[in-house]
């Protein structure tokens, strides 16, 4: 039940791009971005909802197919306070329940 | 936004005790969360706590093990109750006003037993 992420873990350069994918068994009715700095709270991304309407974070895009039940956040000209670890949150009927997670680290 | 506080932020504990831990709110929100995450895991639901009503528990969860109070709007507290070693963890709560909003987090509390 849990949506598995991939990769499970990312290292990049400074400016480079990566792409991190969460796909779910289960019909979706929204899929939530999240990023967890170690130590730190979760933080709020970006939402996807059915029939193409997103909110959230203006420097960072996604997408979400219904029909295959995934979804995808693309971070583009990485920096270094894009690491940490990513969450996908996939929504059933009152709850969000969170992906496997994948680390990414930035580096100079 | 929501700001949101939580106490106890760390605590560690003998096993067979209990711990209570706080979640204060600074606005009205409807649904309130519990999560707990493991060394290195992702966030695992134990139970969704609405004002007025019990809370309702993930699988893997039972009330016994982890009482929830929501007395009003703005607080819940969510207690782990007979304590080992298994249970040490970060416990987050959440805000929302519907599960497919944005959630906030509150900082966490990291427990460590003994």
């Known amino acids: 039940q849990q949506p598995v992420q991939s990769p499970q873990a990312v290292i990049l350069r400074e400016g480079e791009d990566a792409v991190i994918n969460c796909s779910s068994s289960?019909?979706?009715?929204?899929v939530h971005w999240y990023r967890q700095k170690h130590g730190e709270a979760p933080v709020f991304l970006m939402i996807l909802l059915k029939g193409g309407e997103q909110k959230g974070h203006e420097k960072i895009s996604a997408s979400f197919n219904e029909k295959k039940q995934q979804s995808s956040l693309y971070l583009t000209a990485s920096q270094l306070s894009y690491s940490g670890t990513y969450f996908c949150g996939t929504e059933i009927p009152d709850k969000l329940i969170f992906g496997t997670g994948t680390r990414l680290q930035v580096f100079p | 936004s929501a700001v949101i506080s939580q106490k106890p932020s760390r605590d560690i504990c003998q096993r067979g005790t209990s711990l209570t831990i706080q979640c204060q709110v600074d606005?009205?929100?409807?649904?309130m969360f519990w999560y707990r995450q493991q060394p290195g895991q992702s966030l695992t639901l134990i139970a969704t706590a609405n004002q007025g009503s019990e809370a309702t528990y993930e699988s893997g969860f039972v009330i016994d093990k982890f009482p929830i109070s929501r007395p009003n709007l703005t607080f819940s507290t969510l207690t782990v109750s007979n304590m080992s070693p298994e249970d040490s963890s970060i416990y987050l709560c959440?805000?929302?006003?519907?599960?497919?909003?944005?959630?906030?987090f509150g900082p966490g509390t990291r427990l460590t037993v003994l």
């Open positions: 289960k019909a979706l009715y929204s």
């Open positions: 606005s009205q929100v409807t649904m």
């Open positions: 959440s805000v929302g006003r519907r599960a497919r909003d944005t959630q906030y």
